[in-house]
Nanobody
Framework: VQLQASGGGLVQPGGSLRLSCAAS????????VGWYRQAPGKQRELVAI???????TYADSVRGRFTISRDNPNNTVDLQMNSLKPEDTARYFC?????????WGKGTQVTVSS
């Protein structure tokens, strides 16, 4: 599976961005798709995942500000990010989990700064 993420950029604190991930194959049957992020010097961490039954898990740090969605017919996974904070600055990676492997794209950079 190849994943292409887009939508990152530079935004001021309090601003919004929408990330989108396009998969090279159908995601209809894939149980878990989502987003992770990695800041410099830190480990990659889960941001949000959504299953094919619609179950969603958010990191505590983004719950209430970020919204994940999946569009199975178009093979995309989006992440709407509102009320962005400087601590959200990281490279964001789209993830597809097909046990036992995780598939990652190259990611897209999000920088929150005034």
């Amino acid at each position: 599976v190849q994943l292409q993420a887009s939508g990152g950029g530079l935004v001021q604190p309090g601003g919004s961005l929408r990330l989108s991930c396009a998969a090279s194959r159908s995601i209809f049957s894939i149980n878990s798709v989502g987003w992770y992020r990695q800041a410099p010097g830190k480990q990659r961490e889960l941001v949000a995942i959504i299953t094919n039954t619609g179950t969603i898990t958010y990191a505590d740090s983004v719950r209430g500000r970020f919204t994940i969605s999946r569009d199975n017919p178009n093979n995309t996974v989006d992440l709407q990010m509102n009320s962005l904070k400087p601590e959200d600055t990281a490279r964001y990676f789209c993830d597809v989990y097909i046990p036992p492997l995780h598939y990652w794209g190259k990611g897209t950079q999000v920088t929150v700064s005034s």
